[in-house]
């Protein structure tokens, strides 16, 4: 069966880069959440899209930006690249029916970003 | 705010024994919830998931996880592990009705003794 997507899938960057993440949704799936997992820690919530539009907003810094496209694939754009940001970040996505039980998140294997 | 707590940060274990990982979740409402399993280096692979009906639930790869509501737990076990289930595995909460994001616990990092 098909997975979500995530590329590149390592990442090497100096600090004050950009960076773009980006994800493809399992198909037919139309909602994409992304998490950052730094060294040791649990998964921490940034942003979701659902039908395109942002749905829910969590801790994501306001040097990041994200946005879902006509395709539904996303983009995760990261500026003025700090050493904290190395982390592992990862793209999961649903059918976002909004019906119960249906909104099962499925993950990508994420991109390892590497600030130097 | 809804909140998961997996007290056993590392569980180690001998190939052949029980295992039971422990979750508590702190949320308002009936709860969204999953386990997740992290090899290292790599994604996380949905285990299992309870949003409703039978309290236990049977996952992939031999586990199961039962949901208590007085007890605000949802414990992962399997009766017999194998030397492929050290890796690190989540528990999490989400909300019922829409895209929502999920809360992680901190993980429990199992070990499988040969």
């Known amino acids: 069966a098909a997975g979500v997507i995530q590329s590149p899938r390592h990442l090497i960057k100096e600090k004050r880069e950009t960076a773009t993440l980006k994800c493809y949704p399992i198909?037919?799936?139309?909602?994409v959440y992304w998490y950052q997992q730094g060294p040791g820690q649990d998964p921490q919530f940034l942003i979701s899209f659902y039908e395109k539009m942002q749905s829910d907003k969590g801790s994501i810094p306001d040097r990041f930006s994200a946005q879902q496209f006509s395709d539904y694939h996303s983009e995760l754009n990261m500026s003025s690249l700090e050493l904290g940001d190395s982390a592992l970040y990862f793209c999961?996505?649903?059918?976002?029916?909004?019906?119960?039980?249906?909104?099962?998140?499925?993950f990508g294997p994420g991109t390892r970003l590497t600030v130097l | 705010a809804q909140s998961v707590t997996q007290p056993d940060i590392h569980i180690t274990v001998s190939e052949g024994a029980s295992l039971e990982l422990r979750c508590n979740y702190s949320?308002?409402?009936?709860?969204?919830l999953f386990w997740y399993v992290q090899s290292p280096g790599q994604g996380l692979q949905l285990l299992l998931k309870y949003f409703s009906g039978d309290t236990l639930v049977q996952g992939i790869k031999g586990f199961e996880a039962e949901f208590k509501r007085s007890q605000s737990s949802f414990n992962l076990r399997k009766p017999s592990v194998h030397w492929s289930d050290a890796a690190e595995y989540f528990c999490?909460?989400?909300?019922?009705?829409?895209?929502?994001?999920?809360?992680f616990g901190q993980g429990t990092r199992l070990t499988i003794n040969p």
């Open positions: 999961a996505s649903s059918l976002g029916t909004r019906l119960w039980g249906t909104d099962t998140q499925y």
């Open positions: 949320y308002g409402a009936t709860p969204y």
């Open positions: 198909p037919r799936h139309d909602t």
């Open positions: 999490a909460v989400g909300q019922i009705q829409g895209a929502q994001k999920l809360v």
